[in-house]
């Protein structure tokens, strides 16, 4: 058998082989379910990651307007998509957005990066805009 500890993906591979052949007594169920664990909380870290990039993009075109251009607005476009996508696969990543905690974590990484991007310090301390307007395919602030 293999070492989960040893070769994650070997391993893997080995214990879908063991599920195949109905060999469920020689599973290792302790490292199966922390990586069915591990899968959620990968796609939870993607949606915060995309979450944070688009915010901070909203960030700098409301208060770079003079720096607005195509790529920032790309960039919006890419992570709605993206976030839209990642909440249409896995439904149950919807929950995350009403979390105020989560979101209050996504806005302060957000708004370090902005400051780190722009060498900008006016950022709001709060979201001023809904869970609505972000993912709005319409919405850019002014």
Known sequence: MIRYETDVIEWANEQAQLIRAGK???????NIAEEIEDV???EKRELSSRMAVLLTHLLKWQFQAGRRGSSWERMIKEQRKGIALRLKATPSLNASLEYEDWFAEMWSDAVVKAVDETGLDVFPEVCPWSKEQILSAEFLPN
């Open 40 to 42: 959620g909380k990968s």
């Open 24 to 30: 469920f007594e020689l599973l290792d169920l302790v």
